[in-house]
């Protein structure tokens, strides 16, 4: 991010031109008070009526065109324009989460707005995307869905021990699961649109280009903006290797003709880990390969290593240390993957999940000159400004923490900025998120290594134990929770865990974090009974307590933990 574009110079710029409003107001009323002497500047002027006229129109030709300059400037509008004057207010590149709800909060501030975004496709490319964008029509929500469809197979298994018994194995029919899946994000993009209809915001369909600081084209065509906004989202990265024109990606993963029988995956990230527990649960043979030695890194090393154990007993094959080298095609169609330790054969599929990168190509960024990171992502201010006075940006593109709900915050928040004369920043303090893997996970606040380097001296609770459902289905599925705490405040800085119904709950625990609460409010909170989450607030005695002062040179300068 940009450091050098700071706070102050992001208010004085929002509060500009209320500032010369007030200022071209305050010349309005003096030259109010010079016309209301015009009787007697009538009977001492020795100048023809004539004249006089011309000076009486003289002074309404100067209070009108300081009005109207008042006006413009403070983004109100009326009957009296100026050639010059730009066609909105804001011009939206990107109808994703982050861009749609910008642009209807910007509206509903009485801003004239417009958004372009490329026509509808399930599978995103350089001539197709649709309103709503990636978390919509080809993420969050269709992944969920794909969650969903696989779970059945398991509760299929944990039923038997509850007495359910079948005639014969219930079978899944991919075309059903895809056909549905499309008509749902249909829907969905639908209803995007309308709510921008709603709103007032003019939506037009096409790749947005920039011109200069006010001007985008779309289609041919140029439009002209007071602000620009790119919330283009990002795009799935493709290592550079022999055959990678055969691989898929997330996009057409939910989206494939039929189910893959065999599938290799690369990557170990939560899109990597969340393909891997969906097509394991619709009974593919998956196979995941990992640069690293352990899954899901920069999240908390027990849920880290837990995760892979849960995956891995419901079938999950794991390939540490082995980065991929080249894919080839057989004779009989499968496909062979030759990665750094192997060469592995017979799959129906290879799939790429190696993360994603800022959409911000061919967008005319550079060629106005708004800053670029090394990885493509527009560096912004806290305010979301660019290095280009008129042009912000949000979500994905940014490279700040790339989740729907964070790119919706920030969105909402440029919109009040901008044009609700209410600045806001995006408070990225505590923001909860959930792997959807099988067993799902939840996190929200510091992880253990994170809580040292803040906190130094830390609390560490945790508990690992077999959910009630499993006593009978006689699966081996387990639940993980963790908890850390400044030892020195006793607030909550870190929750994480692992199991059924996680994300479900750990919204709720988000608030409490987020709020400050400390370990003994969650002492002081009654269970409920039965549940596995009511074990968050019955974990008195810490698993471990670190403390920096009693760091040690046999441990390599990290702080020392003691078994409680």
């Given at each position: 991010?940009?450091?050098s ?21 305050s ?12 009787k ?12 006089k ?9 100067q ?15 009326t009957?009296?324009r100026?050639?010059?004057?730009y066609d909105f207010?804001l011009?939206?590149?990107?109808a994703?989460?982050g861009?749609?709800r910008?642009s ?21 490319s350089?001539?197709?995307g649709?309103v ?7 993420g969050?929500?269709?992944?969920k ?9 398991h509760?299929?298994?944990e ?7 079948y ?23 639908g ?17 947005g ?6 001007t ?19 795009r799935?990265f ?11 990606n997330?996009?057409?993963?939910l ?6 029988e ?8 939560y899109?990597?880990?969340?393909f891997?527990s ?14 690293q ?10 849920i ?8 891995a ?5 794991f ?6 080298e ?11 993957l ?19 990168v800022?959409?911000t ?10 800053k ?6 527009i ?5 979301s ?7 912000w ?18 969105g909402?928040?440029f ?13 990225y303090?505590?923001i909860?998120?959930?792997?959807f ?15 040292i ?7 560490v609770?945790?508990t690992s134990?077999?959910?009630m ?7 081996p ?11 020195s ?7 994480h865990?692992?199991g ?8 709720g ?12 409010d969650?002492?002081?909170t ?5 549940t ?5 607030v019955?974990?008195r005695s810490p698993?471990?307590?670190?403390r ?7 441990v ?6 003691s078994?409680?």
């Amino acid at each position: 991010m940009a450091s050098s574009m700071g706070a102050p110079r992001c208010a004085a710029a929002l509060f500009s031109s209320h500032n010369a409003h007030n200022l071209c107001a305050s010349r309005t009323i003096s030259l109010f008070s010079s016309l209301s002497g015009f009787k007697a500047l009538e009977k001492k002027d020795s100048y023809s009526r004539a004249h006089k006229f011309s000076r009486r129109e003289n002074y309404f030709q100067q209070w009108r065109s300081l009005n109207i300059r008042a006006e413009a400037d403070n983004g109100t509008t009326t009957g009296l324009r100026k050639k010059e004057e730009y066609d909105f207010d804001l011009f939206t590149i990107g109808a994703g989460s982050g861009g749609v709800r910008a642009s209807r909060f910007a509206s509903n501030f009485g801003a004239r707005v417009a958004i372009c975004e490329l026509p509808f496709a399930t599978i995103s490319s350089d001539e197709f995307g649709g309103v709503g964008g990636t978390c919509v029509l080809r993420g969050c929500v269709p992944k969920k869905l794909f969650v969903y469809a696989s779970k059945f197979s398991h509760e299929h298994e944990e039923s038997e021990g509850f007495g359910w018994s079948y005639e014969s194995e219930p079978k899944h029919d991919w075309a059903t699961l895809i056909s549905n899946k499309n008509a749902e994000i249909r829907r969905l993009t639908g209803v995007y649109k309308n709510t921008l209809n709603n709103a007032g915001v003019t939506l037009i369909e096409g790749r947005g280009k920039i011109v200069d600081a006010h001007t985008v084209e779309v289609g041919g065509k140029l439009y002209s903006a007071k602000h620009i906004l790119v919330a283009a989202g990002g795009r799935a990265f493709i290592p550079n290797i022999p055959g990678k024109e055969l691989a898929i990606n997330s996009d057409i993963a939910l989206d494939l003709p039929s189910r893959p029988e065999k599938i290799a995956i690369i990557g170990g990230g939560y899109i990597a880990l969340e393909f891997a527990s969906i097509f394991n649960g619709l009974h593919s043979d998956v196979h995941v390969f990992i640069r690293q030695k352990k899954v899901l890194r920069g999240f908390d090393e027990e849920i880290r290593d837990f995760i892979a154990d849960q995956m891995a007993l419901r079938g999950v094959e794991f390939h540490f240390e082995e980065s991929p080298e080249a894919i080839e095609k057989a004779a009989d169609g499968l496909l062979t993957l030759k990665t750094t330790k192997q060469t592995a054969e017979g799959f129906s599929h290879v799939m790429f999940a190696t993360g994603r990168v800022p959409n911000t190509k061919n967008l005319g960024l550079e060629e106005v000159g708004v800053k670029l990171s090394k990885n493509g992502a527009i560096e912004v201010d806290e305010c979301s400004r660019s290095s280009v006075e008129s042009i912000w940006a949000v979500g994905d593109v940014t490279n700040r923490v790339n989740l729907t709900p964070v790119a919706i915050m920030e969105g909402g928040n440029f919109a009040k900025s901008v044009f609700g004369n209410e600045p806001t920043k995006p408070d990225y303090r505590y923001i909860p998120s959930a792997v959807f893997t099988q067993p799902p996970i939840g996190t929200i606040g510091l992880i253990e290594e994170q809580a040292i380097d803040q906190y130094g001296d830390i609390d560490v609770y945790t508990t690992s134990f077999r959910p009630m459902k499993a006593t009978l289905s006689g699966l081996p599925d387990r639940i993980l929770m963790k908890i850390i705490v400044s030892a020195s405040t006793d607030k909550v800085v870190g929750v994480h865990m692992c199991g059924d119904d996680t994300p479900e709950i750990l919204q709720g625990v988000a608030i409490a974090v987020k709020a400050g609460l400390r370990k003994a409010d969650f002492d002081a909170t009654v269970g409920i009974h039965p549940t596995a989450a009511e074990e968050l607030v019955t974990m008195r005695s810490p698993t471990r307590k670190i403390r920096q002062s009693e760091t040690h040179a046999e441990v390599g300068g990290m702080a020392k933990a003691s078994t409680a």
